[in-house]
């Protein structure tokens, strides 16, 4: 977390979607390890990176967008 302020990276904190994903809908990752993501670990990762970067303005404006394929477009 530091290291992103510093380098002035927004720090996307997947422990808070992650809790709340396991009181809700079990495990959120593979069974027996507890740093890989599940599908479900994986999809909320997702939606967390997702939302952070429609906070951007570049993102919001269209100066970055992602494609269809899911590559990165500027």
Avoid at 29 to 53: C, K, T, W, Y
Avoid at 64 to 72: F, P
């Amino acid at each position: 977390r530091s290291f992103c302020k510093k380098e002035g990276i927004e720090f996307v904190d997947l422990l808070g979607p992650f809790r709340e994903a396991f009181r809700r809908q079990g495990k959120v990752f593979i069974d027996g390890d507890m740093v890989h993501p599940n599908p479900l670990g994986h999809r909320i990762a997702a939606e967390q990176v997702l939302a952070s970067l429609e906070r951007e303005p570049a993102f919001r404006t269209g100066v970055l967008s992602l494609s269809s394929k899911g590559g990165r477009h500027e």
